[in-house]
């Protein structure tokens, strides 16, 4: 019988791309050698994360796989993700770029540039606090593993707040997908500055947070879930390009920070300058499509187009097939992403 592998997940953020996360956590799912210790999520990797851990609770794998399908079917805004086949024969980047061009996108994505959120009036409304209000919090905050974290960005000081246990609900889940631009921020009392914040979106300052994941009472490897391409050969020239690339490089530095960090100290206990026994070495792995998400434009970010949702589980299918194929041995023995390659 194999050897059973506990594993952290670290869930990104994206919109509507965290559909590829869905379709990477339900094959991982599928694993009985796969155990999932500990998820730090920012974000649509926030409501994947939460959940993944109300249905692992009472259901088990399937439970949580069970789970999974119902939030995005409640994204999409449909029961049977099928109802988008007719669209495939344009192609999911042909799709995205049709999303992208057309009126009622180009028209919402200039609104949302000239005029607050803040400015609709009783217009205003939050398409997620109906979705986030469905979760069964008992369940999502359950002190069993594995254990969750979420991040958000205080608006007051630009620090990351990370919500845990009891502290986890529709607001914080809310706050940890809470774009500026688009909603307003979320406002909840803080119990680690004794006063009312606000809330903005946690890709700001972690996306995800990995630090949460260095709690002693979980293993060392993190399987990161990367949505957001860390890299682009071609130079975005349209204004809505630029602006997602921006997004892109913003939302990706946090993490890029961190992984430095890790780099950093692996480097320091290889030489010998620090001990195991006073600092772990975290094992870094890294499940993504960065070619197929360079193909995609933020509007397929934006809009829950269910024939995108589709295809984006199925890539996150495959993503996850290769890295069972190819890492998951290096599990509990080595890095699967060669850190100091990647920052040489």
């Known amino acids: 019988m194999a050897q059973t592998k506990r594993i952290n997940l670290a869930l990104q953020g994206g919109g509507a791309h965290g559909a590829f996360t869905w379709g990477v956590l339900d094959r991982l799912l599928e694993e009985e050698t796969l155990e999932i210790a500990g998820i730090s999520g920012t974000s649509a990797g926030a409501l994947n994360g939460a959940a993944l851990k109300s249905g692992m609770i009472t259901g088990g794998r399937q439970g949580a796989r069970d789970n999974l399908d119902w939030l995005w079917m409640q994204v999409a805004g449909v029961q049977d993700l099928r109802i988008g086949d007719w669209m495939a024969p344009f192609g999911l980047q042909a799709l995205s770029r049709q999303i992208g ?5 180009l028209l919402g994505d200039a609104v949302t540039r000239i005029v607050s959120p803040y400015g609709y009036g009783p217009l205003y409304q939050n398409p997620l606090r109906d979705i986030v209000a469905k979760f069964d919090y008992d369940r999502v905050c359950n002190a069993q593993e ?3 974290y979420v991040g958000a960005t205080r608006v007051r000081n630009g620090k990351i707040r990370i919500f845990e246990g009891d502290e986890i609900g529709p607001d914080a889940l ?58 682009r050969d071609e130079i975005p020239m349209t204004p809505q390009d630029i602006q997602n690339r921006i997004n892109e490089i913003s939302f990706n530095s946090s993490l890029l920070r961190e992984l430095r960090a890790i780099e950093f100290v692996q480097r320091l206990i290889d030489e010998g300058t620090l001990s ?58 080595r890095s699967s992403v060669d850190l100091r390659e990647m920052f040489a």
Not at 101 to 105: A, K
Not at 286 to 300: E, H, Q, R, V
Not at 302 to 313: D, E, F, G, S, Y
């Open 101 to 105: 061009m057309s009126p009622p996108y």
């Open 146 to 148: 594995p254990l969750f």
């Open 174 to 231: 809310m706050a940890s997908a809470c774009l500026p631009n688009v909603f307003q921020a979320i406002e909840m009392f803080d119990t680690t500055t004794d006063r009312m914040e606000a809330f903005w979106d946690g890709g700001f300052t972690g996306n995800p947070a990995l630090f949460p994941l260095f709690n002693e009472k979980l293993p060392e490897d993190i399987v990161i879930i990367n949505i957001n391409p860390l890299e």
């Open 276 to 333: 195991n026994n006073k600092m772990r070495r975290i094992r870094v792995h890294m499940i993504a499509d960065d070619t197929l998400m360079a193909k995609l434009s933020a509007a397929t970010k934006m809009v829950a187009n269910p024939h995108v949702i589709a295809q984006l589980k199925a890539a996150g299918i495959a993503a996850a097939e290769a890295f069972l194929r190819d890492d998951v041995d290096n599990i509990g023995t």
